[in-house]
């Protein structure tokens, strides 16, 4: 028997994460999060918050993180949005400025999040595919579009661009808002913070759970003009005005002022990737050029599907997409030393 009610549930493919094994003594490589902990000072902070006072709301406008990040970003307050993780931040985003018949642009590599939120929002998008080097051609957004939303560094192939192709494509698109997705950037990429005193139609998005190691917190930030953000405070008040805890403000403040601590761990995570992506080419790989805190791999000779497979049964779990133009490559978190030691250790078995 079909029921009626059926008919009126919305049916939509979700995006899907990374494998969250739940084994033990894995090498868990596959998730790009950060090898190394939050900064002490933002631990510490967690550890000094008062349990009697989880009973009241939070600040609803998170005031003191705001301050933090404006501080850092060397703008105003008023300029920074605050969300439940940058998902949560993109995803209003899509529904405050997204709004006309017209098609959004993106490439049709790039975070599997994007045509998820377009079928969930009824948002018509078209994709524009890489070139052969899997980079981003800022000619295909000319066309006449509804938005252009483009994460640089790219992800999940690795590649970040500067900021004469943000301006590319920025001048383009002068009628339509252009998101710039940095969630990757402070590995390696370029900014474009500083172009949104001169673009007004440019909003850039930020998390904390790659570069600060606070993926468990959920914060998410968008820098933009202050009449874009206005208008994302109000759908977000009209959606939920609590979107940041008190703990993940509290430890959100605490990361942005330990920039010492912030930095080195950043540089740890970049000079392992070099080396890796050295051994990783020595033994025959092709490495895309990476601006992140993961490399994209692949190899003429041997199947990456069944060495992500054979590394899963060693405990070491990297990513492999089932994907056109990709399904030959596999992305591999850059994790600790040691983490990277055993992965290099179980792909030489693999190849032999």
């Not at 902070?45 to 009973?55: D, F, M, Q, V």
Request: hydrophobic residues 35%.
């Amino acid at each position: 028997m079909e029921y009626l009610w059926k008919q009126n549930i919305r049916k939509i493919d979700p995006y899907v994460p990374g494998e969250q094994s739940k084994e033990k003594n894995i090498v868990k490589i596959n998730a790009n999060e950060n090898p190394y902990p939050p900064s002490p000072k933002a631990i510490e902070a967690i550890r000094n918050i008062n349990a009697n006072k989880l009973r009241f709301y939070p600040d609803a406008n998170a005031a003191p993180l705001k301050k933090a990040l404006a501080d850092y970003y060397n703008t105003e307050a008023e300029n920074i949005f605050l969300g439940n993780g940058s998902d949560d931040v993109i995803a209003l985003c899509f529904q405050t400025f997204f709004c006309s018949e017209k098609p959004i642009a993106f490439p049709d590599i790039t975070y599997s999040f994007y045509p998820v939120w377009c079928r969930l929002f009824n948002i018509p998008f078209k994709t524009y595919p890489l070139d052969k080097r899997f980079r981003i051609n800022p000619d295909d957004y000319k066309e006449e579009n509804g938005g252009v939303i483009l994460p640089n560094p790219n992800a999940p192939t690795s590649i970040g661009e500067g900021l004469d192709f943000v301006r590319r494509i920025l001048d383009n698109n002068r009628d339509s808002i252009v998101i710039i997705d940095e969630a990757y950037v402070d590995f390696g990429g370029t900014s474009c913070i500083e172009l949104i005193k001169e673009y007004k139609n440019l909003v850039v998005t930020g998390t904390f759970s790659k570069s600060r190691s606070l993926a468990s917190l959920r914060i998410g930030f968008a820098i933009a003009d202050k009449e874009l953000i206005s208008y994302l405070e109000a759908v977000k008040n009209s959606y939920n005005s609590y979107t940041v805890d008190s703990v993940s403000i509290a430890a959100g403040v605490a990361s942005v002022q330990d920039d010492e601590y912030f930095k080195s761990t950043i540089n740890r995570v970049i000079a392992t990737r070099k080396r890796v992506t050295n051994e990783l080419e020595a033994l025959g790989f092709e490495v895309l050029p990476s601006s992140s805190n993961f490399i994209m791999a692949t190899h003429n000779s041997h199947s990456m599907k069944e060495m992500f497979e054979y590394l899963k049964t060693q405990k070491v779990f990297i990513r492999y997409f089932s994907l056109p133009r990709i399904d030959k490559y596999v992305r591999i978190t850059i994790g600790t030393d040691e983490e990277m030691d055993i992965f290099l250790e179980k792909v030489r078995e693999f190849l032999k």
